[in-house]
């Protein structure tokens, strides 16, 4: 089959690789009928050393399944599944806590040994923990929708959740990719009341608005943190939902939490140590978040796009075939394009 | 009246000072009928620069109202009162919402031009919404006990309710100081199931044991995490309570905490940023914690003292007029105390 393999830094290749096969009785092997480019395939895009052996990309899908092995038992072929960024159990104390991105048979897909999504198909462990089957077709009008399923829609909601957004909460969400685009709409469907988006990509900024941002704060560091302060009568606001990562990122949602206040980071950090660890302690914030348990929301969050109300699939402005891949790596890094769905 | 002074690191003095008075008409004068030195006195005491003008220390008090100013309503003259470690209005929105150490009034006993309440007595500012009276005797003896509510057994049930300590949860505390002690109470008293307390002097594990420690952790670092992971199936516990403030127990902190669980850190911190900030990401942990609101725990706390259910008083083990002041620093800073009570 076509798949999707970085050899290096710019360098990603649609190549020839085995078809994936049943490996264990808990496999499936799913084709894989939408998948995407993820803000977080950039960072080894932008640093990724050559690599004779190459890194099979994309952890992110929904497809049909195909094979099951013999103790697959919640999904069977046929079945119209989404595909979480990590395969979990389903069994284990930490999947029924509903932190499966904990689980002790954690691996990431696209990484740590196993294949990719942007790719014709792939092999799924634990398949009864880590599928989901979803009740469309194929080909139904809501699959951009349901594809952010699988990571960014889940992500924007776990920052929602641990920065403890509720009615009548202020939120702000720092960073205007398609997560923390993802997180005006998980901060709007748990009731804020103001949602504050600090971005300044014109076109990002209009989806926010029409997503729920009531307010738009396009300044940068200390600006930014002086016009969220002037916003919100000096005390910033309750619920800081961090979607980038970078140290100013982290920096600048630390500033504007008002005291007592949380802040939900889905942004994989880039220090190794937090940066305004006095600030949040002076101010009793609490910082929390990580990898989203999406395979834990989808149950949460599926009705509200089957029935219309919420549309994240429109992240996407853009869709390539297979081939289209590395002109969608590249077009995301130049911001040309927030965000590539694949058909393969 | 006379009140102790620090005019640099060791230098720790009783001195004759005017009498404190009634400024504003929402103060109130208390005279000091039990005082003590506080864990966080010692960072001056080893650290100070020599200063002419001196600083009053003490934030911890039981007392008796001599005097209050036309404004205050909800003390008066013959009251006995808890003077916790910061001082608030009670009124702002951060006190209604339960966080007094965030008030738009705060400001800290012996510091920021307060008086300090190891001395005969102190000016109280916003005393309706700092003092908070108890239905005791100004000797009763329950005193030692009911002086903890002024910090640090607030200080530990903060941490404790910041981790998420419940029925079932396993539990660590970091630190076999005074603030560790009482959180261990804390975690008791919220229902921990296994507490475990990182310490290594006799006199204090004996004591922890008896307010509900389960486990005793003695080593260090590396060597307490690893034997924190062996006693905990290498998973770590759901809760735990850094009360020290170093890098070091912050590091052991995030490593020895579940995945999805929590931090309540009330040791001030010694860095500016978090060390272990990675780790809680990719662990999902969350951080939280900072100045206890201790005045708006009283009430859920005091209770419990009266009724015999807890004694946090126990964690005094020496006490002293003004005069052997400088000596109760000295002897905590030697760690041949743990936590002197003043008589002034």
């Given at each position: 089959m076509r798949a999707t393999i970085m050899r290096g830094a710019g360098d990603v290749r649609i190549e020839k690789v085995p078809d994936p096969t049943i490996i264990e009785s808990t496999n499936a092997l799913i084709r894989v009928t939408r998948a995407c480019v993820c803000g977080s395939d950039l960072w080894p895009y932008r640093s990724m050393q050559p690599s004779e052996r190459g890194q099979p990309m994309g952890h992110e899908a929904i497809g049909v399944v195909e094979a099951v092995g013999?103790?697959?038992?919640?999904v069977k072929r046929g079945d119209i599944v989404v595909m979480p960024f990590a395969s979990s159990d389903g069994t284990c104390n930490f999947c029924h806590e509903?932190?499966?991105?904990?689980?002790?048979?954690l691996s990431f897909f696209g990484n740590q040994g196993n294949e990719g999504a942007q790719a014709e198909a792939i092999r799924i462990p634990y398949a009864d923990g880590t599928l989901f089957p979803i009740p469309v077709g194929k080909d139904d009008a809501l699959m951009p929708s349901l594809l952010t399923l699988a990571d960014v829609l889940g992500t924007g909601h776990h920052a929602a959740v641990v920065a403890k957004v509720g009615p009548g909460k202020d939120v702000a969400v720092v960073g205007d990719g398609a997560v923390g685009l993802c997180g005006v709409i998980a901060a709007k469907r748990l009731g804020a009341e103001r949602i504050f988006l600090l971005g300044r990509h014109p076109d990002r900024i209009a989806l926010a608005r029409e997503f729920g941002a009531t307010d738009i704060v396009s300044e940068r560091g200390p600006e930014a943190i002086e016009r969220m302060r002037q916003l919100t009568g000096g005390h910033g606001v309750h619920a800081v939902l961090e979607?980038?990562?970078l140290t100013q990122a982290m920096k600048t949602a630390v500033e504007i939490t008002r005291a007592g206040g949380a802040i939900g980071r889905?942004?994989?950090?880039?220090?190794?140590a937090m940066p305004g660890s006095q600030t949040a302690f002076y101010h009793n914030v609490t910082v929390g978040g990580g990898p989203a348990p999406v395979r834990a929301y989808i149950r949460e969050l599926l009705p509200d796009i089957l029935e219309g109300r919420i549309q994240p699939g429109r992240v996407f402005d853009r869709s390539v075939d297979l081939d289209g891949v590395p002109g969608g790596y590249r077009d995301m890094n130049d911001r040309k394009a927030l965000k590539v769905m694949v058909r393969p």
């Open positions: 013999a103790d697959v038992r919640t509903g932190l499966p991105t904990a689980c002790i048979h979607c980038v990562g889905v942004g994989v950090p880039q220090d190794a």
